[in-house]
């Protein structure tokens, strides 16, 4: 019921004439410079745990799976917050 409301308020179907504008403020940059840290975290933190774990096990020990794939994931989180912050820029 909430997001049927908001869809025919964006159609014009509220019954009101306010002007609502939006003021360009920096958290959005903010909040793509903190996804892009995060991410960068995710591969340092992941490549670490990769290399303490891989050479005794290899991918038989868990640490090595989840330090790899907590890397390749945060290659994803890196690019995304790249994109969003050039998709937000001025």
């Not at 793509?32 to 992941?46: A, E, F, N, P, R």
């Amino acid at each position: 019921m909430i997001i049927g409301t908001i869809i025919l308020g964006w159609m014009g179907f509220g019954g009101s004439n306010h002007k609502v504008t939006i003021q360009n403020s920096r958290s959005s940059t903010k909040k793509w410079k903190l996804v892009i840290i995060v991410g960068i975290l995710m591969i340092v933190s992941g490549l670490s745990l990769f290399a303490n774990h891989f050479p005794g096990q290899g991918f038989n020990d868990p640490y090595s799976g989840l330090g790899f794939s907590l890397a390749f994931i945060g290659i994803f989180v890196l690019l995304i917050g790249r994109f969003g912050r050039w998709w937000s820029r001025d």
